[in-house]
């Protein structure tokens, strides 16, 4: 009967999917339609994969996807903007700002 019998253990399925060339070619539209663009990794967590937020001059953000911190620093690089890892840095206050505008005056955006 096999009641109490252990199953095998199958491999954990990522319920997250990895970057693809679609959040490749948003980051980097961001970049080249927005002023001062920065980069900063964001670590892998147990629900996501590593990703990577572009804030721009103003505050507006973005985020997507990307194939580990070494991947973040390589787009970063190859796109020529500063990267800042967001566990030693944190985030910049022109975030804050951004969203707390969009929350006040959501018809402007």
């Known amino acids: 009967m096999g009641l109490f019998r252990r199953r095998k253990r199958t491999s954990v399925a ?33 629900v ?11 505050g507006e953000w973005t985020r997507r996807r990307i194939d580990g911190p070494e991947g973040a620093r390589r787009f970063a690089h190859r796109l020529a903007i500063p990267i800042y890892d ?9 975030m804050r700002d951004y969203n707390e505008r969009r929350k006040r005056r959501p018809e402007l955006f």
Not at 17 to 46: C, K, M, Q
Not at 52 to 58: E, G, K, T
Not at 86 to 94: C, D, F, I
């Open 14 to 46: 990522s319920r997250d999917r990895v970057a693809d060339r679609a959040d490749l070619d948003h980051l980097e539209n961001f970049v080249r339609t927005r002023r001062g663009v920065e980069a900063y990794i964001e670590p892998r967590t147990t």
């Open 48 to 58: 996501t994969e590593t990703t990577v937020m572009l804030i721009a001059d103003d």
């Open 86 to 94: 967001v566990r030693l840095m944190g985030y910049p206050q022109r």
